[in-house]
């Protein structure tokens, strides 16, 4: 579960403040995947960012009583200066998972053989979306939280074994997905919610969340 109780954030832009949340409060329960539709700019990153632990809010509490992953396709503790192998095996003991598993998968699922041992700084940023995004898979999770702004690879035998890792990750677990697109949202989730003026309304169905969306977006 995660849960946001009076949370406000904002952030000043250097002409106004900008309000991402106002004194916003919502839950979202296991089993019960949302999509968010915000308009870009809106604070869609922002508000993933906080839900994974990378943000603070100004004010209120936000809690977490199951494992979050990161947002897909980010990877902050990954080190520039370590190798792939250094930074596995670093990130599985941080989970308390085996480190030799850990590796052998991203070995296996990203397929840059023998720059896995040299620092993650040198990688091309077509082979650091590989590895991150291949770290990632390699932890379980039980709510997956996903950017639509998150990085792709344009490796197609990488794309074709990631995505399928992925969709039985995805299956058993809740996923949150923040975007502009409903079209997007319609993947994975059937409830939504609309990020608007600071605070985030929820529906039943997609469907009525579109409505409003359409309404802000054309007013």
């Not at 109780?5 to 839950?27: C, E």
């Not at 869609?44 to 839900?51: D, R, Y």
């Not at 990750?169 to 949150?176: P, Q, W």
């Amino acid at each position: 579960m995660i849960e946001f109780m009076n949370v406000s954030k904002s952030f000043w832009t250097g002409k106004q403040r900008k309000v991402i949340l106002d004194r916003a409060s919502f839950k979202v329960e296991l089993g019960n995947s949302l999509g968010i539709l915000a308009r870009n700019g809106t604070g869609k990153t922002t508000i993933i960012n906080m839900m994974a632990g990378l943000e603070k809010p100004d004010e209120g509490r936000i809690t977490r009583t199951s494992r979050i992953s990161f947002p897909l396709g980010f990877m902050g503790g990954v080190i520039n200066k370590h190798s792939g192998t250094e930074n596995c095996r670093y990130i599985a003991r941080l989970y308390s998972l085996d480190p030799d598993y850990v590796e052998g998968f991203c070995r296996w699922l990203t397929g840059i053989e023998e720059y896995f041992d040299r620092p993650v700084g040198t990688y091309s940023s077509g082979m650091r979306a590989r590895f991150n995004f291949a770290l990632m898979l390699a932890l379980e999770f039980d709510i997956y939280l996903i950017d639509e702004g998150m990085p792709s690879s344009t490796d197609v035998e990488f794309n074709r074994k990631a995505g399928a890792i992925l969709r039985e990750r995805l299956a058993g677990a809740t996923i949150i997905v923040v975007s502009h697109q409903p079209r997007t949202l319609e993947k994975f989730c059937r409830s939504a919610a609309v990020l608007r003026h600071g605070q985030l309304y929820m529906f039943e169905t997609l469907q009525e969340a579109k409505q409003l969306y359409d309404y802000e977006t054309q007013s």
